[in-house]
């Protein structure tokens, strides 16, 4: 019987972004980054060798355009010798609709798989450099809770490792916001956010905050954790806006949803948000009160489709 190995990895929403590439092949970034990884949204990978001309990929039970999980094999031939090509089959369960990257918890899904077909030793922080080069973010997903990616500066020193592996209680409600306009790859708008002025003060400040996020999450502390996410996002997509090419992710109901976050933090509740590459908002609260503002949310915004995660586990095998 053909060997398969399955591994299923979550996604992760960062609160220290990471936004910029250092060096573009090898996807090592200007700043490290913070992450908790969710419950909700996850991939399982299936991965066995074909006797077929190229890598295949069925995603969600479709046959896809192989090129870039083929570059990312290739990674592992690069260092492990010359293998069959391979056949991966993907489930993806983060909703499109949603906006979240799939990315993060694919690559790391793809990388467990990867590391069980191939019999490599288990090791977490190899398995996060190998992902980090199919994507920046799903170095963290192979952690489960508060992960931390150390930016260093070739591919040995950046990976990512286990920060706090514990639920602090911190929940966050995807404010799914869908869009017509045509989304700018992640890779893209990185380069184009460096171009900014001010960018490198967001790299200097960044470094700051990751210290404080630290030590915030340590602490259990929840509005410092908030308070500083949110800064931290909502510069990240000031250098877009300031770039050579200015562009923003956000469309009118991204502003009106971190207002009206804004506003129910001014009336005394935990609510702060982060964004990444797209509209959608991840309003950033507590388990005490998530069910209150959850309400508030959907009376304001009744069009809008709301979902509700918490702190996720590693990647596993399945
Ligand atoms: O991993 P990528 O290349 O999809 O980039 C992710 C970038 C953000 O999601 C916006 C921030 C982050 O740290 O995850």
């Known amino acids: ?103 993060a918890s694919s690559f790391s899904a793809l990388t467990g798989a990867m590391f069980g077909l191939l019999d490599l030793p288990q090791d977490t922080q190899e398995m996060s450099r190998m992902a980090r080069k199919g994507s920046g973010s799903a170095s963290r997903s192979i952690f489960g809770n508060f992960a931390v990616w150390n930016k260093g500066n070739d ?22 916001i869908s869009s017509a306009q045509k989304k700018m790859s992640s890779t893209k708008g990185m380069q184009l956010a460096q171009t900014a002025p001010t960018y490198p003060e967001w790299v200097r400040k960044s470094a700051d905050q990751l210290e404080q996020m630290k030590a915030a999450i340590v602490a259990k502390d929840i509005e410092k954790i908030g308070l500083i996410a949110q800064d931290n996002a909502l510069g990240m997509h000031e250098q877009n806006r300031r770039s050579l090419e200015p562009f923003d992710y956000f469309t009118t109901q991204t502003i009106e949803v971190v207002e009206f976050a804004k506003q129910c ?35 304001n915004f009744p069009d809008l489709t709301f979902e509700v995660a918490h702190a996720g586990e590693c990647l596993r095998y399945v």
Not at 51 to 64: G, Q
Request: glycine share 4%; proline share 2%.
């Open 1 to 103: 019987m053909t060997k398969q190995v399955t591994a299923r990895a979550h996604t992760n929403i960062a609160l220290i972004k990471y936004w910029g590439k250092e060096n573009v092949a090898l996807n090592i970034p200007t700043t490290s980054s913070l992450s908790m990884t969710l419950d909700q949204f996850y991939t399982t990978t299936t991965v066995e060798f074909t006797d077929k001309a190229t890598d295949e990929l069925i995603l969600n039970s479709v046959s896809t355009d192989s090129t870039r999980i083929s570059k990312f094999l290739d990674c592992f031939r690069e260092k492990h010798g010359d293998f069959p090509k391979v056949l991966v089959t993907s489930e993806n369960h983060v909703p499109t609709a949603a906006g979240l990257a799939s990315s």
């Open 265 to 299: 933090y001014r009336e005394g509740l935990l609510a702060f948000v982060t964004i990444d590459a797209g509209p959608n908002v991840k309003i950033i609260t507590d388990k005490a009160t998530e069910q209150k503002l959850l309400q508030k949310f959907r009376s």
């Open 155 to 176: 591919d040995e020193s950046s990976f990512a490792e286990s920060f706090y592996d514990d639920d602090i209680h911190l929940t966050m409600i995807v404010a799914e």
